[in-house]
Nanobody, 125 residues
Framework: QVQLVESGGGLVQAGTSLRHSCAAS????????MGWFRQVPGKERDFVAA????????AYADSVKDRFTISRDNAKNTVYLRMNSLKPEDTAVYYC??????????????????WGQGTQVTVSS
């Protein structure tokens, strides 16, 4: 089992940057594809980014590509989401997720086995 604890949310101005961290417990972190999702009230939880087990391959939603960067440190059991040039439409609760034993990057939230508690990011204009 994998437990995920997120940190790094907050209130920021448009155009600034923020970095999320997600620390995982358990020995299966390095065997898990990791993803970030976000959700606004009344809408579905949407894919943001994913990273393969080694960290060599990543995938992004079109809305965040070239602004957000996902990375991981398997020695620290931590995955990161660096968010640059933030926009008001990036306001959401952000969740990290683990797709344990996965071989491929997945964008579907149903593919992920474990979820963090979520952290609020609010971007003011």
């Amino acid at each position: 089992q994998v437990q995920l604890v997120e940190s790094g949310g907050g209130l920021v101005q448009a155009g600034t940057s923020l970095r999320h961290s997600c620390a995982a417990s358990g020995r299966a972190f390095s065997a898990s594809v990791m993803g970030w999702f976000r959700q606004v009230p009344g809408k579905e939880r949407d894919f943001v980014a994913a990273i393969c087990r080694s960290g060599s391959v990543t995938a992004y939603a079109d809305s965040v590509k070239d602004r957000f960067t996902i990375s991981r440190d398997n020695a620290k059991n931590t995955v990161y989401l660096r968010m640059n040039s933030l926009k008001p439409e990036d306001t959401a609760v952000y969740y990290c997720a683990a797709d344990q034993w996965a071989a491929n990057l997945e964008r579907a939230r149903g593919a992920y086995d474990y979820w963090g508690q979520g952290t609020q990011v609010t971007v003011s204009s």
